[in-house]
């Protein structure tokens, strides 16, 4: 039975299909032209050819995913004019600067990828075709930054004012360098170079469990290993000062996310459980004192309970599940990553064993879905505002019909961008395996060592 028809409500539920099938390609494109440096200048500095495939290969596989990534971009662009035309009449004149800015940020990281991926072996010096991909990873990053400030701006809205209905004194750069944008933009950097260093890990371990034991997988295990353990500590660190922030700026999202109903001190950290009607927390496990330090740094702060704001203002309680998910996770990764670490640095035989191979194997899918689950907590946990403090967001939305026909026109485009897009990949790289590829370029197999 469909839902009765509701502009607002289907505009947001196709906002939010857009932006969770967008977040996968952009978290790759974010953080996958790091990975090929890294593998690029290792090759070059320990003049190594399995780190030279490595970035080569990566580089074809980023090429698809950047594909689908502008479709899937281009659709929130208009979207966004197309179903929150009152929402952009307020923010696009205050945000128009990144927004600007991220589509440069795209075109220089474009340009230099395509002259990167054409100059392979065209330089004697291996050194100056590195080079090629500082342009795309620097590219990558800012894109991410400029876009990730304009969700910064919808969570604290700065360089404006309103007066009796009229937008002034805008200022772009307060607008774009607002108190969110610290916290929220080294969060997806960090995430995303995190979640692409898992994916990237994932599919080396994959291809050891099925029997591949090609030195080529180990080298890609080992280098995505490291590197996802130096993300994990970034991740962590950061989102120790996003609860700060939340605290501090928007005090009832950090209550939701914790079923924190009561302000008071030497508050504890509620994680799982079950939330009755009456608000009572069943089977949930509490860490004392937890939420006081996540929120002020000390363990007998005052964290503010949601007792002190009007029902209506406040996000809804499942908020909480994505939190734990988030956490939960990325607590998983860092865990996983260690152990890795230590086993390679104490005992080198259990590196490629069933259980650390699925553990790595895990950790890709699952670190894609808590960068869905950081972004349901972050879009749904500001509800019922659009644009925090000043519009809610049935307020921003179109008034007009057949929002409903438009989404599942896009969830249609969507199934077809992803299938196609695992089709190509698996073939693309199913027909030609590294084994052969570094066969073909005059370089000894590598078998099990």
């Known amino acids: 039975m469909f839902m009765e028809y509701d502009p607002a409500l289907y505009s947001r539920i196709l906002t939010g299909v857009t932006l969770a099938f967008h977040i996968i390609f952009a978290t790759i494109g974010v953080g996958v032209p790091l990975m090929i440096a890294i593998a690029e200048w290792m090759g070059i500095r320990k003049k190594d ?84 991909i500082i342009p795309v990873v620097i590219g990558a990053s800012l894109s991410a930054f400029f876009i990730t400030t304009v969700n910064s701006f919808m969570n604290a809205p700065h360089g404006f004012q309103i007066i ?51 030195v080529y997988h180990k080298k890609a295990l080992r280098m995505t290993m490291m590197s996802a353990f130096v993300f994990s500590i970034a991740t962590v660190l950061i989102g120790d000062f996003s609860g700060k922030y939340l605290a501090e700026y928007q005090p009832e999202k950090l209550a939701a996310a914790e079923w924190h109903f009561e302000t008071e001190t030497e508050a504890p950290l509620v994680f799982g459980g079950v939330l009755t009607e009456e608000n009572e927390i069943k089977y949930a496990i509490e860490i004392p004192y937890a939420l006081s330090i996540l929120a002020h740094g000390t363990p007998d702060a005052e964290v503010v309970g949601l007792e002190e704001f009007p029902k209506e203002d406040t996000a809804p309680p499942y908020v909480h599940y994505f939190f734990d998910g988030m956490v939960a996770i990325g607590m998983y990764l860092a865990f996983i990553s260690f152990l890795y670490l230590l086993i390679s640095w104490l005992k080198k035989d259990w590196l490629h064993t069933k259980f650390l191979l699925w553990g790595v194997a895990i950790g890709g899918p699952l670190s894609l879905l808590a960068t869905e689950f950081g972004w349901f907590f972050t879009e749904i946990g500001r509800q019922p505002w659009i644009l925090y403090g000043i519009m809610r967001t049935p307020d921003g939305a179109t008034t007009s019909l057949h929002v409903d026909l438009m989404l599942y026109l896009f969830i249609a485009l969507y199934i077809i961008l992803g299938i196609t897009c695992a089709i190509v990949l698996r073939k693309m790289f199913r027909s030609n395996p590294a084994a052969h590829e570094l066969e073909q370029r005059g370089f000894e197999t590598g078998g099990d060592r």
């Open 164 to 214: 009796h209905g009229v937008l002034t004194d805008v200022n772009p750069l307060a607008a774009m360098f607002n108190p969110a944008t610290p916290t929220k933009t080294a969060h997806v950097l960090a995430t995303s170079y995190l979640t692409s260093a898992f994916i990237l890990g994932m599919i080396a371990a994959v291809k050891l469990l099925k029997g591949d034991r090609h």
């Open 49 to 132: 050819p399995h780190y030279q495939l490595l970035a080569r290969r990566w580089a074809r596989g980023f090429v698809v995913t950047v594909a689908v990534g502008v479709v899937t971009g281009t659709a929130i662009g208009l979207q966004l004019s197309l179903l929150w035309p009152n929402f952009m009449q307020v923010a696009g004149q205050t945000i128009a600067l990144p927004l600007f800015m991220e589509v440069f940020a795209f075109f220089f990281e474009a340009i230099f990828l395509g002259i990167y991926l054409y100059t392979w072996d065209r330089f004697k010096k291996p050194m100056r075709h590195f080079l090629l």
